[in-house]
């Protein structure tokens, strides 16, 4: 409460021009105190207007006013200074519990301003004189008031420990130098201090790069985020705008078939009506004959029945059968079939278009700030973290080739198989694919064996050509697909045509490594070790698929990696 009283006190005793203690205090007219310096500049301001006011009540004087000087008002201002304002700022510099304190006061001791590295001490302002006015003190270092400068003691020798050891990354006192740490690249703290100093630069430049770097980084993020937004957008647009194209072709088409079907009814219509007409007419004509013949029947008199019968019994050839046959509910039903077959296709279309465009939009275009790509695993179990468990598709399976194990073995038959056309189908190279699509970090390992000829392991992207026995549908022979060659006398890689003979150990088993982002393709013999066979460097445009080629009588699995 007495410091609340000081400071209401410091209020009223106080310019409202220059906001400090007044100095030579004066009062206006009005009653309002100023500084004798200050309400004078303030007139002097105010001299072409030859009108005064005054700053607080903006009372005017058509006079500049005389100005006294008002000595009990400057009495009260020095004792104000003398008591209540030296009490408060000494009050307000004395160390708390958290603070440094003055290691030179007596009694209740000041904030430290500054601690001596030198003194192994910390002062207040008023002891800290010496250190900026005596020569003796010029060289002492100080630091912030610090609570720590007993850690600069050595515990061992009392001394101030201004040596650093290299051997032991410690500082120590001089004394420790030529004792227990004797024989120790030893340098002073300063020294050290030099060294470590730069290396915390290029530390500090690195940072400073790194910093730079990483907002261009998130500069071109940004900028991505936006391109992604304006790409998707533009994407949704264009398809939804292809999508309703497709759909008013379809409605078009269906409208066209109705006609054709509407048209073809009032045909056939037509031709009904036109015959049963025909009938009708010659149901009149029989019931009219009838009619004659029941007339001559009843004829009494003998000679007029015989004049007349020859003319009226007669009866003319019907122009129709006697029956017509009639299709109920079949008229259309070539029709019906036909739209069903289309609607077939459609769905087929749509579902493999469906899985290459959700395959193409979990395959990100562009990826700012790329990593550096991991390096290939070393051992079997690195492998492991990548492995995947693949199927292989019965709709690419070619004909000789007998699908087993959940889809997971293939074996060469001599017999053909009997699965239904498939657009998809290897129709001339006894040839499978899987039905997972590859990409990323994938590893799978393929147990093979040979029969007359061997087996291909292969990668292949999905839109490798199926129909006959051409290199553009055989793997390893176009720029579609990888293939290692295996059998029990060699190995040989086959890209484009293209062959390169592999030497290593002869295995059973192959593994497969993928890094679809990469572009890494790898080729290893896996038996109590994994050997690299072949390894591929390029750069894949789309999607993989695991793909296996089978020599007569041989077989593969795909190995449930464990």
């Not at 005064?52 to 000595?71: I, V």
């Not at 072709?249 to 219509?269: D, F, G, M, N």
């Amino acid at each position: 409460m007495a410091q609340k009283g000081v400071q209401l006190d410091r209020e009223t005793f106080s310019c409202s021009i220059c906001l400090d203690l007044l100095k030579d205090p004066v009062a206006t007219s009005c009653g309002h105190s100023y500084c004798m310096k200050c309400i004078k500049a303030h007139w002097d301001g105010e001299d072409q207007k030859r009108i005064y006011s005054c700053p607080q009540c903006r009372k005017t004087f058509t006079a500049r006013p005389d100005l006294e000087k008002n000595t009990m008002l400057a009495a009260l201002v020095e004792q104000l200074k003398k008591t209540g304002l030296q009490a408060a700022a000494a009050d307000h510099c004395y160390a708390g519990p958290e603070d440094v304190a003055c290691d030179s006061c007596s009694g209740r001791k000041l904030k430290a301003f500054k601690s001596c590295l030198f003194c192994l001490a910390s002062f207040c302002e008023k002891h800290l004189q010496p250190h900026y006015e005596s020569p003796t003190f010029k060289k002492h270092q100080l630091v912030e008031p610090s609570k720590n400068l007993q850690e600069n003691i050595c515990s061992r020798h009392d001394e101030v420990k201004k040596m650093f050891c290299r051997t032991d990354q410690q500082s120590i006192c001089y004394l420790c130098s030529v004792d227990q740490h004797k024989g120790h690249d030893t340098v002073s703290a300063a020294a050290e201090r030099t060294e470590r100093q730069k290396k915390l630069e290029v530390s500090r430049l690195n940072i400073q790069q790194r910093i730079q770097d990483r907002r261009k980084d998130v500069k071109l993020l940004q900028q991505e985020l936006k391109d992604i937004k304006v790409s998707a957008d533009k994407t949704v647009e264009d398809s939804e705008e292809m999508f309703t194209q497709m759909i008013h072709l379809i409605q078009k088409r269906s409208s066209e078939v109705e006609q054709q079907i509407r048209s073809q009814q009032k045909t056939q219509e037509s031709r009904v009506k036109e015959l049963e007409e025909k009938l009708q007419q010659e149901i009149r004509d029989l019931e009219r004959k009838e009619a004659e013949l029941k007339q001559l029947s009843d004829t009494p008199d003998h000679s007029q029945f015989l004049h007349n019968y020859p003319s009226v019994s007669a009866l003319s050839e019907s122009t129709h059968s006697s029956s017509i046959s009639i299709r109920p509910l079949r008229h259309f039903e070539d029709v019906t079939a036909a739209v069903k077959e289309l609607r077939g296709k459609v769905e087929d279309v749509l579902k493999d278009t469906w899985t290459d465009i959700s395959l193409t939009l979990t395959q990100p275009d562009v990826l700012l700030s790329e990593p550096e790509p991991e390096p290939e695993p070393k051992t079997r179990a690195g492998f492991m973290r990548y492995s995947r468990q693949i199927t292989l598709d019965p709709n690419t399976a070619n004909r000789k080739l007998l699908l087993s194990e959940g889809n997971r073995k293939v074996t060469f038959m001599g017999q053909q198989q009997s699965y239904p056309d498939h657009p998809d189908r290897f129709t001339g190279r006894p040839q499978v694919l899987s039905r997972e699509s590859l990409t990323g970090r994938c590893y799978w390992e393929v147990e093979w064996r040979e029969g007359g000829r061997g087996v291909f392991v292969s990668v292949s992207y999905k839109n490798i050509s199926r129909a006959g026995s051409g290199d553009e549908c055989r793997f390893g022979f176009n720029d579609k697909s990888w293939a290692l060659d295996c059998s029990q006398n060699s190995y040989n890689f086959w890209y484009n045509k293209t062959r390169t003979p592999v030497s290593g150990p002869r295995s059973s088993r192959v593994g497969v490594y993928l890094d679809h982002r990469a572009g890494i393709l790898s080729f290893y013999s896996v038996s109590e070790t994994m050997t690299l066979l072949h390894r591929v460097q390029t750069t894949f445009t789309e999607p993989l698929h695991a793909g296996l080629f089978i020599g007569f009588c041989s077989s593969a699995e795909l190995c449930e990696v464990k």
